[in-house]
């Protein structure tokens, strides 16, 4: 489809993604600061830590929930191409826009609706783990996934304005070259 034009929306919600981007790749260099220093005291000095292997999966979690907006954003998450890059641009963005509008923004939509019971339960019990000598604070993991479920949200819509500003410009475009012809 190439490069789509940007709205002031999206360009407003590209920057805060790209600022949560940039934030949440760090977490992957403390993850594998964590990994190290587990598997050193596991087998160096013989003592496993809980919290050390929670802190591992914990970590990885924020930096997954973070990048899947992100990734969404930079265009670089999973497509099937075969099919698509022999399309014209404006059928791949008319199949985008409404893959955006029936497909991905209600399931967006329902994690969200389904998630927010689920993070409330977990902050009235204040959930910790249950094992001993665990993280405590799991309602904060699990309050991630509507915020993160929220950010994507945000993403998608900027990315839906890109695609209607490029379908609409194209449309506007061939009526101009339909008129000129004429």
Do not use: C
């Not at 600022?19 to 992957?28: E, T």
């Not at 924020?62 to 099919?83: E, M, N, P």
């Amino acid at each position: 489809m190439g490069d789509l034009p940007t709205t002031p929306f999206s360009r407003l919600v590209d920057g805060v993604i790209d600022r949560f981007g940039r934030i949440a790749s760090w977490l992957w260099v403390l993850l594998l600061g964590v990994i190290v220093l587990n598997v050193m005291m596991r087998y160096v000095f013989g003592e496993g830590r809980i919290e050390f292997e929670e802190l591992q999966w914990h970590i990885n979690s924020v930096a997954f929930l973070v990048a899947i907006a992100y990734a969404y954003k930079t265009d670089s998450h999973i497509r099937i191409d075969l099919v698509s890059n022999r399309l014209k641009p404006r059928l791949q963005a008319w199949i985008e826009f409404y893959g955006i509008i029936l497909l991905l923004a209600p399931f967006i939509v329902l994690v969200l609706i389904v998630s927010l019971p689920f993070v409330e339960h977990s902050w009235s019990v204040s959930e910790i783990s249950q094992s001993p000598g665990g993280l405590p604070f799991r309602w904060f993991l699990k309050a991630l996934v509507p915020a993160a479920f929220a950010l994507l949200l945000l993403g998608v819509m900027a990315r839906l304005s890109r695609v209607w500003a490029f379908i609409t410009s194209d449309t506007e475009a061939e009526a101009r070259d339909e008129r000129a012809s004429s």
